[in-house]
């Protein structure tokens, strides 16, 4: 069964380009079957980069669950800190630094499960999350569960969620583990939540 959390989606590929307006930039992605949102910039993904700010902490960002780059890619060029992404999917991560070239952008793209490729000794300013919640409510806490011990302190993990995919469960799961968890923004069935160390 081929998924967009699969390590190597084995449909066919047909690579093309799509392009996405946040505030006054453009940006082109190069998307492909088997990564998540093909068609277009989905929209929990475009109201989690809209409701970010980015914070003065000077270590890394982080992408996680990167797809083809996007929040990463949009987010890098807002700031001179380093941004780091992480996907499963080999062709979402290959996407991802296609699409860092030619946005002109430098991110650190590395493939593999959880946190499981990138430096272990890396701690982040803010961790991006738009959640796979097709792999499961296991999966999804166990990044919210990783999320918290890759924060510094006073790090900041932002999610995107709707109610009807497990809203209400996620922040009472967050809230177990952060010292402060709020939404801060929603529309349309989507929350995003920001839950600080």
Request: net charge neutral; hydrophobic share 35%.
């Amino acid at each position: 069964m081929n998924h967009y959390y699969s390590k190597n989606p084995d449909s066919k590929s047909e690579p093309k380009l799509i392009t996405y307006h946040y505030k006054d930039q453009i940006f082109t992605f190069k998307t492909d079957h088997g990564v998540f949102s093909r068609d277009y910039v989905d929209f929990g993904t475009n109201l989690l980069v809209n409701s970010i700010i980015i914070n003065d902490d000077p270590n890394p960002i982080l992408d996680l669950c990167c797809g083809y780059g996007v929040v990463g890619i949009v987010i890098k060029s807002l700031t001179n800190k380093e941004v780091y992404a992480t996907d499963i999917n080999q062709r979402a991560t290959d996407l991802a630094v296609y699409n860092a070239k030619i946005n002109k952008v430098e991110i650190n793209v590395y493939n593999g499960d959880l946190f499981s490729s990138l430096p272990k000794e890396l701690k982040y300013s803010q961790i991006l999350l738009n959640p796979p919640i097709r792999a499961g409510k296991e999966i999804v806490f166990n990044l919210y569960d990783e999320s918290y011990n890759r924060l510094v302190d006073s790090g900041e993990l932002y999610i995107v969620i709707q109610k009807k995919q497990g809203k209400d469960s996620s922040f009472k799961h967050l809230e177990q583990l952060f010292n402060k968890v709020e939404i801060i923004n929603k529309d349309k069935g989507y929350y995003i939540i920001k839950s600080v160390k």
